[in-house]
T-cell receptor
Framework: QKEVEQNSGPLSVPEGAIASLNCTYS??????FFWYRQYSGKSPELIMFIYSNGDKEDGRFTAQLNKASQYVSLLIRDSQPSDSATYLCAVNMEDGNKLVFGAGTILRVKS | NAGVTQTPKFQVLKTGQSMTLQCAQDMNHNSMYWYRQDPGMGLRLIYY???????DKGEVPNGYNVSRLNKREFSLRLESAAPSQTSVYFC????????????FGDGTRLSIL
């Protein structure tokens, strides 16, 4: 079992819709969770991080964490074509020394 | 406002050649990391340095060496390049290892023929 799993996609949504990206992780002791956006040919860019169960909102982005079910999700409201990118989920393992990244989900927002 | 700076941005090597990738950060971060990214594989940790003077292996350290030159700089060396090391290499830094976000450089695109 991979430590951090994401659906590779592509996930296609129409402009203005809500995009929902999901990530599951294997280490029950994980404490920190991060979402990065990566445009083609560019470096990963931090969007959000979440440490506690529940929702965390920042503008059009909401991160949701459920430690009991070991999943973290990212919602993007009012999706724009500029949101088209690969979204990477990263989880800090219990030993605290490293982030493990999922392979990413490709999001395509169609205008 | 440079953040994390990597050099070079592109490089082509022949099998067996050696090379050092440079990384510097100006955010006064304690921890620095080297990743490689291959299609469909996501980011894989090669080595990291939790603080100045320390380095540790990540998931895929074979064929690489690192040096934490000072708090700002963390270099990655390929002693004898192999085609399997063709990849995009990213350097990142964070305040400390663990639960702080990592910030990435622009990457080095390395091709080994």
């Amino acid at each position: 079992q991979k430590e951090v799993e994401q659906n590779s996609g592509p996930l296609s949504v129409p402009e203005g819709a809500i995009a929902s990206l999901n990530c599951t992780y294997s280490d029950r002791g994980s404490q920190s969770f991060f979402w990065y956006r990566q445009y083609s040919g560019k470096s990963p860019e931090l969007i959000m991080f979440i440490y506690s169960n529940g929702d965390k909102e920042d503008g059009r982005f909401t991160a949701q964490l459920n430690k009991a079910s070991q999943y973290v999700s990212l919602l993007i409201r009012d999706s724009q074509p500029s949101d088209s990118a690969t979204y990477l989920c990263a989880v800090n393992m219990e030993d605290g020394n490293k982030l493990v990244f999922g392979a990413g989900t490709i999001l395509r927002v169609k205008s | 406002n440079a953040g994390v700076t990597q050099t070079p941005k592109f490089q082509v090597l022949k099998t067996g050649q050696s090379m050092t990738l440079q990384c510097a950060q100006d955010m006064n971060h304690n921890s620095m990391y080297w990743y490689r990214q291959d299609p469909g594989m996501g980011l894989r940790l090669i080595y990291y340095s939790a603080s100045e003077g320390t380095t540790d292996k990540g998931e895929v350290p074979n064929g690489y060496n690192v040096s934490r030159l000072n708090k700002r700089e963390f270099s990655l060396r390929l002693e004898s390049a192999a085609p399997s090391q063709t990849s995009v290499y990213f350097c990142a830094s964070s305040g400390r290892v663990g639960n702080q976000p990592q910030h990435f450089g622009d990457g080095t695109r390395l091709s080994i023929l």
